[in-house]
Nanobody, 114 residues
């Protein structure tokens, strides 16, 4: 059974940072493509970042809205995927979800507010 459990959300001031974690079980974060999505209040869920392995090389991809501010990474020993978020602004306020294949976590809320 695949489980994805997000953590690390919270309230942060504009310009601040947070690191989200996605602890996986029943799936290997090192071999599967892992992604983060987010859903802001009143909006559709949108893709944020993805980490994949192609031809033995790890590749990361980011949406234009977070490129240069967010970093996705994974730790195979912990079987966990991370999302380091810097220079946060109010538009980053959302519930953040971890995704692998057709599996989703329940999300963690990030609120950026002064």
């Amino acid at each position: 059974q695949v489980q994805l459990v997000e953590s690390g959300g919270g309230l942060v001031q504009p310009g601040g940072s947070l690191r989200l974690s996605c602890a996986a079980s029943g799936i290997s974060v090192n071999s599967d493509t892992m992604a983060w999505y987010r859903q802001a209040p009143g909006k559709e869920r949108e893709w944020v970042a993805r980490i994949a392995r192609f031809f033995e090389r790890e590749r990361t991809y980011y949406s234009d809205s977070v490129k240069g501010r967010f970093t996705i990474s994974r730790d195979s020993s912990e079987n966990t995927v991370y999302l380091q978020m810097n220079s946060l602004n109010a538009e980053d306020t959302a519930v953040y979800y971890c995704n692998a294949r057709t599996f989703w976590g329940k999300g963690t809320l990030v609120t950026v507010s002064s």
